[in-house]
């Protein structure tokens, strides 16, 4: 599972980096627009929309729960500080996705109590497109909280998060990670789309299927 997560660069605007990602063969893409006002997240939202679509992609929208269903996106991410994953579910209903950020195993078990579909587990290493980090987890990080994870019989999608480059897919799949989400690694790219086309290829060479897991 490959997650793009969207933001503005020199070169690129939130949705000419998604279309980038989507025409690399990325089928899931995250809106975050942090600092953006409401109605210009609801346009940017109602513009990439059909892009999404188009590509057969969802459109995962970062923190606006109330934005979800009046445009036809596809869920919500949150991150720690945001609505409580409870009351997004309250709000949405069964349909709709849900993800959480996590940082410990204590954050994925909350998240999964209040009903959360899947989890950005990180940082993996720093990262400058995100302002307020958490601790670095490394691959050490992870294996330990995935084995916590397994061994409390907690199965929900987990995806590495924090300055994930192609050389990292590899090492991280081995530690029976879902995926990966990244931002920059594409955006900065030569070429965003052939570099998405060469994650996908690595997990899928490295990895393993959701599809039996969750509603994702």
Known sequence: MLQFITHKTARYDEIEGAVKALEGGCRWIQLRMKESSVDLVENTTQQLLPLCRQYSAKLILDDHVDLVIPTGADGVHLGKMDLPVAEARKRLGEEYIIGATANNFDDISKAVDEGADYIGLGPYRY????????????????????????????????????????????????????????????????????????????????????AAESKL
């Open 127 to 210: 990262t400058t497109t995100k302002k307020k980090l958490s601790s670095i987890l490394g691959l050490e990080g992870y294996r330990s909280i995935l084995e916590k994870c397994h061994d409390n019989n907690i199965h929900i999608p987990i995806v590495a998060i924090g300055g994930i480059t192609l050389e990292d897919i590899e090492p991280l799949m081995q530690t029976s990670l879902s995926g990966v989400a990244v931002s920059g690694c594409v955006l900065s790219a030569e070429d965003p789309s052939d570099y998405t086309r060469k994650l996908i290829e690595a997990l899928d060479k490295n990895g393993r299927s959701v």
